[in-house]
């Protein structure tokens, strides 16, 4: 994880005059978010998490604040954020806002059949509650890719091998994205590491900062890249069918979702691909990280269409692709 933001005891003690957590006994930094800076507070009054988001407004907080709260009336089993003394829930200083959230006791699961079901079926019940108004349109996805190209307009970047390769992968895929789908709340970054487990139960989904309105779909499909692929990085066929079958028990896909499920699963690892170019070679520019977006890539190249629907007869979209992109991406670099 990259740490944006630090703390030091005296801004933790002031923070947290807020609250009614009364003493920190103990706090430290948490791994594994690429975008956040996380703490975990040990308290007199038990453990919470505090989390520092380093790329989110107020506003977008106040958003992913409201989803939670309308979340907690159907008892969806997450992290919920801990209220101030005057009733607030986000911490704002000149230079970054943050949230104190109930620390759930559970970690990360190791990918079983059965963890994919339970993950399948908190996704599910996730999509039946209907939706607040004014939620976003995914942040990771076609509007802002578009921005993107205007944005490195002129720069090193524009010439970057990645940049043609992702003008041509969304124009191969924008036609299966505006078909008329299913839509509601969208969790938006489904992975492994935003579901959190107590031995073999799930407890929590987590992580709800790219919460949208949007297809059903891109949230399917976002599991099967976040989820089902093991650390060759390959596709995980039993841990994908049993995400699957367990998902449509629950809500039924329709015909037209069955029919675009590869186009959306190509679509997510795209949007996650995008999101770590752009952060690692644009916005933060890190070296080691630099190449991160090419695990998506090899996702998307290597791609063969799940068929576990009998005489689905959907359209499967391959890949298409003439050139391998880590190999141009990786001459580059050597090149540089």
Not at 97 to 108: A, E, M, N, S, T
Not at 119 to 127: D, F, V
Not at 286 to 313: F, T, Y
């Amino acid at each position: 994880m990259a740490t944006y933001t630090t703390l030091s005891p005296d801004t933790l003690d002031d923070l947290l005059l807020h609250y009614a957590i009364v003493t920190v006994v103990a706090w430290q930094e948490i791994p594994g978010g690429l975008a956040n800076s996380n703490f975990k507070l040990t308290t007199t009054a038990g453990t919470f998490l505090l989390k520092i988001c380093d790329e989110k407004t107020q506003a977008e907080l106040e958003t992913q604040i409201a989803v939670l709260e309308h979340l907690r009336r159907y008892d969806y089993p997450t992290a919920y954020p801990v209220f101030q003394n005057d009733g607030a829930v986000i911490l704002s200083t000149p230079i970054w806002h943050g949230v104190i959230y109930d620390f759930l006791q559970g970690r990360p699961p190791e990918i079983t059949p059965n963890v994919m079901r339970q993950i399948a079926n908190a996704l599910a019940r996730l999509h039946q509650i209907p939706p607040i108004e004014s939620l976003p349109a995914f942040s990771m996805g076609v509007s802002a890719m578009s921005k993107f190209f205007d944005e490195i307009r002129g720069t090193a970047v524009a010439d970057h091998p990645f940049v043609s390769w992702l003008k041509i992968q969304l124009q191969r895929l924008t036609p299966y994205l505006n078909a008329a789908l299913p839509t509601g709340i969208v969790h938006g970054d489904l992975f492994a590491d935003n579901v959190l487990f107590n031995g073999d139960r799930l407890i929590g989904v987590i992580d709800f900062e790219e919460i949208c309105h949007g297809a059903l779909l891109l949230d399917i499909g976002m599991a099967i890249v976040g989820c089902c692929y093991d650390d060759q990085n390959r596709l995980c066929r039993q841990w994908a069918r049993s995400f699957l079958e367990s998902y449509n028990h629950v809500r039924p896909l329709t015909d037209s979702e069955w029919e675009r499920l590869d186009g959306f699963v190509q679509y997510a690892a795209l949007s996650i691909a995008f999101w770590r170019f752009r952060q690692f070679n644009l916005h933060y520019p890190d070296a080691n990280l630099a190449q991160k977006h090419l695990e998506m890539v090899d996702r998307i190249e290597r791609w063969e269409p799940i068929c576990l629907r009998q005489n689905s007869g959907g359209n499967h979209i391959g890949t298409n692709m003439s050139s391998n992109l880590r190999a141009r991406c990786t001459q580059t670099a050597h090149s540089n």
